[in-house]
Nanobody, 124 residues
Framework: QVQLVESGGGLVQAGGSLRLSCAASGLTFRYYSMAWFRQAPGKEREFVAGISRSSDTTLYADSVKGRSTISRDNAENTAYLQMNSLKPEDTAVYYC?????????????????WGQGTQVTVSS
């Protein structure tokens, strides 16, 4: 049974930083591309960042590019999202997702495996 568990969310002031973690189990982690999505109240879930199996490809949404870094540790079965210079508009529930693929995909519909989400709240 695939399980993805996010952690690291919380309340932070604008300009601050957070590091989200996604611990994976029940799958051969190194065979999966990983991604972070977020969903703000009343909005659609949107792609934030993705990373390929071997970390040779990373993709970012324009809204977080230059402020966020996605990474992974295949030995620890964990993916990370470092977010800096946080803005109130970054407030959302952040989800990690896993896709058995060599390609990083930006559509949520490509991902069959999801975590339960972690809340990020950025105060102004």
């Amino acid at each position: 049974q695939v399980q993805l568990v996010e952690s690291g969310g919380g309340l932070v002031q604008a300009g601050g930083s957070l590091r989200l973690s996604c611990a994976a189990s029940g799958l051969t982690f190194r065979y999966y591309s990983m991604a972070w999505f977020r969903q703000a109240p009343g909005k659609e879930r949107e792609f934030v960042a993705g990373i390929s199996r071997s970390s040779d490809t990373t993709l970012y949404a324009d809204s977080v590019k230059g402020r966020s870094t996605i990474s992974r540790d295949n030995a620890e079965n964990t993916a990370y999202l470092q977010m800096n210079s946080l803005k109130p508009e970054d407030t959302a529930v952040y989800y990690c997702a896993a896709d058995f693929s060599t390609v990083v995909k930006v559509s949520q519909w490509a991902y069959a495996n999801w975590g339960q989400g972690t809340q990020v709240t950025v105060s102004s």
